[in-house]
């Protein structure tokens, strides 16, 4: 049974930082893409960073690029997400999602993804 388990969300003033992980049990990180995607109150979600365990290629959306940072840590088969300089509008739930190498077409597009994790809550205060 696959499953993520994200953590590291919290309430934050603007300005400061997190690091979100994504832990997989009952799957390996190796050569997937795993993704981190937010939904804000009201809003559809929206992919904001995606690595490439295999190759380590990483992509943002441009509202966090130069702020936030993806990594994979194959000995603890953990993706983190660094996100600095906080902003009120990153407030969200965020959540972490995985598909192995060769299974999708589009990494950036939530319905490439066939394992999700449950959402951690990231609250930006000004």
């Known amino acids: 049974d696959v499953q993520l388990q994200a953590s590291g969300g919290g309430l934050v003033q603007a300005g400061g930082s997190l690091r979100l992980s994504c832990a997989a049990s009952?799957?390996?990180?190796?050569?997937?893409?795993i993704g981190w995607f937010r939904q804000a109150p009201g809003k559809e979600r929206e992919g904001v960073s995606f690595?490439?365990?295999?190759?380590?290629?990483?992509d943002y959306a441009d509202s966090v690029k130069g702020r936030f940072t993806i990594s994979y840590d194959n000995a603890k088969n953990t993706v983190y997400l660094q996100m600095n300089s906080l902003k009120p509008e990153d407030t969200a739930v965020y959540y972490c999602?995985?598909?192995?190498?060769?299974?999708?077409?589009?990494?950036?597009?939530?319905?490439?993804?066939?394992?999700w994790g449950q959402g951690t809550l990231v609250t930006v205060s000004s």
């Open positions: 690595i490439n365990s295999h190759d380590g290629s990483t």
């Open positions: 999602a995985a598909v192995p190498a060769g299974d999708y077409d589009d990494p950036h597009q939530a319905y490439a993804y066939d394992y």
């Open positions: 009952g799957y390996t990180f190796d050569d997937s893409a």
